[in-house]
């Protein structure tokens, strides 16, 4: 349960709990020693008073006194500053009991007590001993104690009133619960200062981990004292500054590869013009050839073609990593747009359009045609004829299906199938593909502000959906 409370919270709550059970420990101990003290101190008084009372008021009657000579002993005994009633009772007449007070008769003594009273203890020094209970009647705490007379058939009884005791008792008990919630509530003043005093260098870490999260690498603690939350605070600067270094390192490698993959591609193009430009010648001469060196000239032109869709593949990849590809959108047919497409590559007889007519969408027409020149010859590549390409719209968002029925994709290979220069099968290096035409298309459906999802069909082969706002955002809405 307290997982899910904060941490300022928990420590409150900690710290309360220890105040309360420490608190309520000290008064629950206080209160019954001095509950004890109390009652011992004026139990002893008064059983002591009584005693000495008891025995020089019977040592002054005559055995044979009447019963008005025993109620007037029991007066006079009952008269001291303990304020107890007295009850005398004689062997021989059990119907003149004598008690100083109306209110205290034979009655009210309680049984185990009047046996305990009158049974003899032979091997002590004393044959009877002074004997006492604390009982409630009508609500009121008593004191009865009673005890023999030696040497005489007198037995005597006395009952105190508890009340004022009770009365102190209960004021003290009263005290000690103010000064427990009185504790409680300074401890849990001092534990919201506690946790404040604890927690606000660790907010200030949370916050300085999220600005670091979110980019902001330069971001740095002020480190004051020596605990252990200044040591924590010391090591998040330590390790902060290590990976901004590390992060400015692997920036500059990465702008400088960029640079280099783009020089390189912009320095290969005007050798590969020229030799492009001697393939065409060769290859319309092919035919007048010697027959010998006809397999090493169409083998020239295709790995040329091959090199300059490389070529052009990376200049494409350095614009969209440096930023500077921007959307030239116009109102196109969706299905004049895709059928273009696959004229242009002939690969009218492999593919099955269903796409409807007047299907308009704001789009870039040049990437619109990368993406599904990509993905129409993928399918066509890995997965063989025919291919069939469906156009709708779902809301305001295109949708262009390319399905194929070939093995499918295997599930290991699913999540890396747009990635750059990835290949399923890593022995084949060197293919007729050079890995980046999916990754590119998906750049392109990212700069329209749409995606490209791949998945297996469950009735066999592979199906790349396109997603794409009908309406692409202009410059200035994508800045």
């Excluded at 590869?257 to 290859?283: C, G, K, N, Q, Y």
């Excluded at 392109?444 to 706002?469: C, D, M, W």
Aim: hydrophobic fraction near 40%.
């Amino acid at each position: 349960m307290l997982r899910w409370i904060s941490l300022r919270l928990r420590l409150v709550i900690v710290f309360a709990l220890v105040a309360l059970v420490s608190a309520v420990s000290v008064a629950g101990i206080a209160y019954w020693l001095n509950r004890d003290s109390v009652l011992k101190r004026t139990q002893d008084a008064s059983l002591r008073s009584f005693r000495e009372g008891l025995k020089d008021g019977t040592d002054r009657l005559p055995l044979d006194a009447d019963c008005a000579a025993v109620r007037n002993a029991a007066g006079q005994i009952a008269d001291t500053e303990q304020n107890y009633s007295v009850l005398i009772l004689t062997d021989g007449r059990p119907g003149c009991p004598a008690s100083s007070s109306a209110s205290f008769d034979a009655a009210m003594i309680p049984p185990k007590l009047k046996a305990a009273v009158d049974s003899r203890r032979d091997d002590d020094e004393d044959t009877y001993h002074l004997y006492w209970q604390r009982v409630t009647m009508g609500g009121t705490p008593f004191l009865i104690g009673g005890t023999r007379v030696e040497g005489s058939d007198w037995t005597g009884y006395m009952l105190k009133s508890l009340d004022a005791e009770r009365d102190d008792l209960n004021s003290l008990a009263w005290s000690l619960g103010i000064a427990t919630a009185l504790s409680l509530i300074g401890s849990a003043l001092l534990a919201q200062a506690a946790a404040t005093t604890v927690l606000r260098p660790v907010q200030r870490l949370g916050e300085a981990a999220r600005a670091l999260g979110e980019g902001k690498l330069d971001t740095r603690l002020r480190v004051t004292g020596t605990d252990e939350l200044a040591d924590l605070s010391r090591t998040f600067n330590q390790t902060a500054e290590r990976l901004q270094q590390q992060v400015e390192d692997l920036s500059e490698r990465d702008k400088a590869s960029r640079r280099f993959v783009a020089d390189m591609s912009h320095e290969l193009r005007t050798p590969l013009t020229a030799i492009t430009a001697v393939t065409d010648v060769l290859e319309e001469e092919q035919d007048s050839l010697d027959p010998m060196i006809a397999p090493a000239v169409a083998l020239v032109v295709s790995e040329t073609r091959r090199l300059n869709d490389l070529v052009e593949n990376l200049m494409e990849v350095t614009r969209f990593d440096a930023g500077t590809a921007r959307l030239v959108a116009d109102e196109v047919d969706v299905a004049d747009q895709i059928t273009a497409c696959v004229d242009a590559r002939a690969w009218l007889d492999a593919v099955d359009l269903d796409a409807p007519r007047g299907l308009v969408a704001r789009l870039d027409p040049r990437r619109l045609d990368v993406i599904l020149a990509n993905l129409i010859g993928n399918a066509l590549k890995h997965g063989g004829s025919p291919v069939r390409v469906t156009a709708r719209l779902e809301g305001e968002e295109l949708v262009v299906e390319v399905a194929d029925n070939g093995p499918g994709i295997p599930e290991d290979v699913l999540p890396h199938v747009f990635d750059r220069f990835y290949k399923a099968d890593a022995s084949r290096a060197r293919s007729e593909g050079s890995g980046l035409g999916l990754s590119i298309a998906a750049e392109n459906a990212r700069i329209h502000g749409g995606a490209i999802s791949a998945a297996n069909r469950p009735e066999g082969g592979a199906v790349f959906t396109l997603r794409l706002p009908r309406y692409a955002p202009t410059p200035e809405e994508d800045r």
